[in-house]
Antibody, heavy 122, light 106 residues
Framework: EVHLAESGGGVVQPGGSLRLSCVAS????????MHWVRQAPGKGLEWVSL????????DYAGSVEGRFTISRDNSKDSLYLQINSLRTEDTALYFC???????????????WGQGTLVTVSS | SYDVTQPPSVSVSPGQTASITCSGP??????ACWYQQKPGQSPVLVIY???KRPSGISERFSGSNSGNTATLTISGTQAMDEADYYC?????????FGGGTKLNVL
């Protein structure tokens, strides 16, 4: 069974930084593109970033480009999101999500973690 | 940037058919998928590639996509189907989500 477990969220002041982690199990991690998707309290889903199976391709939403960095360590079955220069509008539950198709960059998300909450507040 | 639009809410009586739309320019040229999210839970994929159902998803869920509109249809709606539903498509390498539709089963 696929399992994704996020961690690293917390309360941080504007301008601060956090590193989010997502540990995967139940599938061959290095065969799948992974994404981060966030959801502000009471709001809808917003795509944040993707990284392909070997880490060679990344992409970001315009709202986070230059402040967020996605990475992965396939030896640890782990996905990361370094978030810098945090703004109040970055307050959200951050989900990691696995795509359905092996070695596909763009594919529906067939598994989601439970999310880790990032709160940006002074 | 590419946007898709959903109605904020749809109401349906138990046992009836619910239809939730997702509109965007030439959306029918892309694959659309749908996620169900219940309060306090993570999203769950219910339809992918316009009309395919993942394993374990009820046959009551179906989808279509043509022209500018994708539609999620839930037949014989049950109380357990009350949730937020999000459509999603790809614009280049960006995942685009609709704003979500709250399905009320009244």
């Amino acid at each position: 069974e696929v399992h994704l477990a996020e961690s690293g969220g917390g309360v941080v002041q504007p301008g601060g930084s956090l590193r989010l982690s997502c540990v995967a199990s139940g599938f061959t991690f290095d065969e799948y593109t992974m994404h981060w998707v966030r959801q502000a309290p009471g709001k809808g889903l917003e795509w944040v970033s993707l990284i392909n199976w070997d880490g060679g391709t990344t992409d970001y939403a315009g709202s986070v480009e230059g402040r967020f960095t996605i990475s992965r360590d396939n030896s640890k079955d782990s996905l990361y999101l370094q978030i810098n220069s945090l703004r109040t509008e970055d307050t959200a539950l951050y989900f990691c999500a696995k795509v359905a198709g092996i070695y596909l960059l763009l594919s529906e998300f067939d598994s989601w973690g439970q999310g880790t909450l990032v709160t940006v507040s002074s | 940037s590419y946007d898709v639009t959903q109605p904020p809410s749809v109401s349906v009586s138990p046992g009836q058919t619910a239809s939730i739309t997702c509109s965007g320019p030439r959306l029918g040229d892309k694959f659309a998928c749908w996620y169900q999210q219940k309060p306090g839970q993570s999203p769950v994929l219910v339809i992918y590639q316009d009309n395919k159902r993942p394993s374990g998803i009820s046959e009551r869920f179906s989808g279509s996509n043509s022209g500018n509109t994708a539609t999620l249809t839930i037949s014989g709606t049950q109380a357990m189907d009350e949730a937020d539903y999000y459509c999603q498509a790809w614009d280049s390498s960006t995942a685009v989500f609709g704003g979500g539709t709250k399905l009320n089963v009244l």
